[in-house]
């Protein structure tokens, strides 16, 4: 009898040191460049609010009606992404910014209408990520109008769907590398539209410094930056945005 107290006193200590050393680890995020969001803030342009479970974007001139609901790679502060929208939001585009549980995409269950009811205006949403969080976004892509895969791709089959699907790539990443990303792109719709950043690394979609496993980017962030941006400009006024395709 002992010895089974022990047993399993040591079972529940090993499990109870590993979860402690998982939330640790867990919450030890990619900080956003300091500099990078304090552009943000101060553009007249563009408003950011704290809502808690979100970082909400919206421009303070004319709104086109569409939004996205924009999920953080894996451990990535959620305002390392203001830079990457700054331009995106100021030109009508309302972005919500997601905080995911313990900063991994996998553990939020939450669904789009949970970010959505941030911006009750939005006509017309698109689900999109980075990394981690754009497998996360494929899995909520039949609840929106559009999916935007920021250096990611999907681990579900949407081909079969209707939504509107724009994947930027870089070439020079070094976790969604373009082999993985021409892996999957059979997952996506066949008129899905698709952007490699030539030079571009995987941290370049997000403004918060090197990450283990990246390659070098042979670009400047503020070059990779502008053609990220275009890209989504492009597709973004595609979007449905007087009327929700769902």
Request: glycine share 8%; charged share 15%; with cysteine.
């Amino acid at each position: 009898m002992n010895r089974a107290l022990r047993w399993t006193a040591w079972v529940f200590a090993v499990i109870m040191l590993i979860a402690v050393v998982f939330l640790v680890w867990a919450n030890i995020v990619m900080q956003g460049t300091r500099s990078a969001a304090l552009q943000v803030w101060r553009d007249d342009r563009v408003a950011v609010r704290d809502a808690g479970d979100a970082v909400v974007m919206t421009p303070t001139g004319t709104a086109n009606g569409a939004g996205i609901v924009f999920i953080p790679g894996a451990k990535v502060d959620p305002y390392a992404y203001m830079a990457t929208f700054r331009q995106v939001v100021a030109s009508g585009t309302t972005v919500v910014i997601t905080k995911p549980t313990l900063h991994l995409a996998f553990f939020d269950t939450r669904p789009l209408s949970t970010f959505e009811s941030h911006a009750p205006d939005v006509r017309s949403w698109a689900v999109g990520g980075h990394s981690l969080g754009g497998v996360r976004a494929c899995q909520l892509a039949p609840d929106a109008d559009g999916l935007l895969l920021l250096g990611s791709y999907c681990a579900n089959d949407i081909s079969k769907s209707y939504i509107s699907v724009l994947s930027v790539s870089g070439s020079r990443d070094g976790l969604s590398t373009p082999e993985k990303v021409d892996a999957a792109r059979h997952l996506l719709p066949s008129n899905a539209m698709t952007v490699e950043v030539q030079g571009a690394n995987h941290a370049d979609f997000g403004a918060y410094g090197a990450q283990p496993g990246d390659r070098t980017a042979t670009i400047t962030p503020a070059e990779a930056r502008s053609q990220i941006t275009a890209a989504v400009e492009r597709w973004v006024s595609a979007l449905p945005a007087g009327s929700s395709l769902r």
